[in-house]
């Protein structure tokens, strides 16, 4: 999840997305002087307000080197962030609405709203917060900048104080050379207690009415369209947690009636994909959890719905959690599966690699993500939040990148980009992730502009069953056309090709 660079305007962004593009073209002069410019589909984004999750303790979580310490360990990050979010929103003076008070504003939308610029008032609340934390740089070292991280927390809880619209308008400024945004919804409510004040202030069904109105009027109206480009389109994931008595029928209403294109589930919450009657003992409703993963898993199959599950160890509700996460979870679901399409978000970055043994860790995240890749046609990756931006580990992320690429030979054509946007707003970089991510993938295959095309955009295609290899048509493709024609909309070219 975390990120490398630092703040950009949006012509700088453009003037370094333009300088990238030319250092790509002049690197295979025959070949690639002719070639059109890369369709970029950012597979793994977010674009929900501070009302469509818990956000205060979930904002907890993210707290660099805090993310291991849950509530029941430490409870100072949430205490923190809890404070920071009041001092934050009181000085901004924004009121955060809920999904059902937006949603008649989409309905009479004719246009997108303006990108949320960041808050001088946010920051001097960040500031003051920061002197009373002062013990957290104290305790992790001078080479941590309290001052700096909790900055960036205030500037996240002003963009998600604002309206879902202008948050939407602010991913596609900060990307604008990208032609598919999928932004993923996540539902944490039956994880976390029954303190209602942590639960999410939107109901998710609510939440998918006014996503899913944003897809259909990204048809109409894209993100960020200019004369030599067609303009962004947003097409969302739905949450799926196997808590919620209603979660499969909310899923089948947003995928066919609402426009939303896949899924999205977040075991780091508290359950396996499948198994959890084994794995964890002590979950008294393990059974029930169990036997809601595999309709999801049987529905998407049977409908070519596409499912992304976060593959990290970041953001994992409880110590030890991550276990539950890592890649070969999802070994017995894709034996009884072996058609579902499925997406490993983040890839697992570094996890379980050591320095001796390195990708030939059966530990290795990386490893097990690749053996899956090659078993299963349907199954891929993203590198959202990738350590290939991360200072201080890219060039070691890129070498075991490099190996898995060479030793597992589906995995050019499975790997996609994806920005995690907004969630990398607590690192380091954001605003040009999509360049320096560019910028690595060239470096790192530097004679390969096919891989280099794949993988920032046209697998994610294949994944989402918008395009094959034998120019069939999955089911997915069949409902977005449809959606295109019944809001009689210009086909994007991705989607007619």
């Known amino acids: 999840m975390t990120g490398h660079g630092g703040d950009l305007t949006r012509r700088s962004l453009l003037r370094a997305s333009a300088v990238g593009s030319a250092t790509w073209l002049l690197r295979r002069p025959g070949r690639a ?3 059109a410019a890369p369709v970029v ?3 793994h984004a977010h674009n929900f307000n501070a009302t469509d999750l818990p956000v205060l303790g979930f904002v907890a979580h993210f707290i ?11 409870d100072e990050p949430d205490k923190l962030c809890r404070k920071l979010a009041e001092e934050v929103i009181t000085a ?3 009121v955060t609405p809920k999904a059902a008070v937006e949603l008649p504003e989409v ?8 990108p949320v610029a960041d808050s001088a008032a946010a920051d001097r609340a960040a500031d003051a917060v920061a002197r009373g934390a002062a013990w957290l740089e104290r305790l992790f070292g001078a080479n941590w900048d309290i001052n700096t991280v909790v900055r960036r927390a205030a500037q996240v809880v002003n963009l998600t104080a604002h309206r879902r619209a202008e948050v939407t308008a602010t991913m596609a400024a900060t990307y604008p050379g990208v032609s598919l945004f999928v932004p993923m919804l996540v539902d944490y409510d039956g994880w976390v207690g029954d303190n209602a004040s942590d639960k999410a202030p939107s109901p998710l069904a609510d939440q998918i009415k006014v ?5 259909r009027l990204s048809t109409k109206v894209p993100l960020g369209k200019q004369p030599d480009r067609e303009g962004a389109r947003l097409h969302p994931f739905v949450a799926f947690d196997p808590r919620r008595a209603d979660a499969l029928a909310l899923v089948k209403r947003a995928i066919e009636t609402e426009g939303f294109i896949g899924v999205k589930v977040y075991p780091p919450v508290g359950f396996a994909p499948t198994n959890n009657r084994c794995l964890q003992p002590n979950m008294a409703d393990a059974k029930d959890v169990d036997a809601a993963l595999d309709a999801l898993y049987d529905y998407c199959t049977q409908n070519d719905v596409p499912v992304t599950t976060h593959c990290s160890t970041g953001n994992e509700f409880s110590l030890g959690l991550r276990d539950l996460v890592a890649p070969h979870r999802w070994a017995p679901v894709l034996a009884k599966f072996p058609k579902l399409r499925l997406n490993l978000g983040h890839f697992g970055h570094m996890e379980g690699i050591d320095s001796k043994r390195g990708l030939r860790s059966c530990e290795a995240w990386l490893r097990q993500a690749g053996a899956l890749m090659e078993q299963y046609q349907n199954v891929y990756a993203d590198l959202s939040g990738s350590d290939l931006n991360k200072d201080g580990a890219a060039a070691t992320y890129a070498g075991f990148l490099r190996q898995a690429f060479a030793k597992y030979k589906s995995i050019p054509k499975r790997m996609m980009y994806g920005s ?3 969630l990398n707003r607590f690192f380091d970089g954001a605003p040009d992730y999509l360049t320096k991510f560019q910028t690595s993938f060239m470096n790192l295959f530097p004679d390969d502009n096919d891989m280099y095309a794949d993988v920032l955009g046209r697998n994610a295609l294949r994944f989402l069953g918008f395009s094959s290899d034998d120019g069939g048509r999955a089911k997915n493709a069949q409902r977005l056309t449809a959606l295109y024609e019944s809001s009689r909309a210009v086909m994007p070219s991705w989607l007619s090709a």
Do not use: Y
């Open 211 to 215: 996503h899913g109105a944003f897809g």
């Open 107 to 114: 309905a009479a939308m004719t246009a997108w709203p303006g």
């Open 41 to 43: 589909v950012d597979v």
């Open 64 to 74: 660099p080197f805090l993310t291991d310490f849950s509530r029941e360990v430490w």
């Open 420 to 422: 995690d946007w907004w």
């Open 33 to 35: 002087q002719a070639a």
């Open 92 to 94: 901004i003076k924004v």
